[in-house]
T-cell receptor, first 116, second 119 residues
Framework: AQKVTQAQTEISVVEKEDVTLDCVYE???????LFWYKQPPSGELVFLIR??????QNEISGRYSWNFQKSTSSFNFTITASQVVDSAVYFC?????????????FGPGTSLSVIP | GAVVSQHPSRVICKSGTSVKIECRSL??????MFWYRQFPKQSLMLMAT?????????EQGVEKDKFLINHASLTLSTLTVTSAHPEDSSFYIC???????????????FGEGSWLTVV
């Protein structure tokens, strides 16, 4: 069975604050991919990052950074110096080698509100 | 780049009628597409796997006779909500993977989604 947990349902921060969105996953596969997607009110999913299970290097992209730790099955997402445009629902997701990576299982999402 | 497109983006239908949502892969051929449903303030839940030229595979709890899926070509999958009821009102989104794109995982593309409102 696979499962993605995002313990934070809603987060509110003041603009320019840093915020970390937590993601914990469960899988029996040793080969898998982890994702983060952003969903603004329009509904469209915006792809942010994919991480292969064999690559534990942290990644930084502008104000975004990701911390992948297999030891704790976590793939946390940090936004530095948050902006109002970052307000959205963020989903952590998982796909496994066992399903040819096609099936993407989403976590419950974290709704982020950045207050000006 | 590769794009998956859905149509319509928004649809309102009367209770008891059927409504069809299309999912197209614009730049690649997709033998498999996936349909997700998202209720307000909830996550995306996989409904079914659409297989080109064969029957769709439904997830547990999804009524196959209510949500008809047809994948008649390598670039088009359709989801028909039959005898729609207000509780079917939801955001429906499809995905497809470009098998020829390099690597795996990030070659999964999602459509823009379709908002269905049943009145």
């Amino acid at each position: 069975a696979q499962k993605v947990t995002q313990a934070q349902t809603e987060i509110s921060v003041v603009e320019k604050e840093d915020v970390t969105l937590d993601c914990v996953y469960e899988t029996r596969d040793t080969t898998y991919y982890l994702f983060w997607y952003k969903q603004p009110p329009s509904g469209e999913l915006v792809f942010l990052i994919r991480r292969n299970s064999f690559d534990e290097q942290n990644e930084i992209s502008g104000r975004y950074s990701w911390n992948f730790q297999k030891s704790t099955s976590s793939f946390n997402f940090t936004i530095t110096a948050s902006q109002v445009v970052d307000s959205a629902v963020y989903f952590c997701a998982l796909s496994e080698w066992g399903t040819s990576y096609d099936k993407v299982i989403f976590g419950p999402g974290t709704s982020l509100s950045v207050i000006p | 780049g590769a794009v998956v497109s859905q149509h319509p983006s928004r649809v309102i239908c009367k209770s008891g009628t059927s409504v069809k949502i299309e999912c197209r892969s614009l730049d690649f051929q997709a033998t498999t597409m996936f349909w997700y449903r998202q209720f307000p303030k909830q996550s995306l839940m996989l409904m079914a796997t659409s297989n080109e030229g064969s029957k769709a595979t439904y997830e547990q709890g999804v009524e196959k006779d209510k949500f008809l899926i047809n994948h008649a070509s390598l670039t088009l999958s359709t989801l028909t909500v039959t005898s729609a009821h207000p509780e079917d009102s939801s955001f429906y989104i499809c995905s497809a993977r470009d098998p020829l794109a390099g690597g795996e995982g990030n070659t999964i593309y999602f459509g823009e989604g379709s908002w269905l409102t049943v009145v």
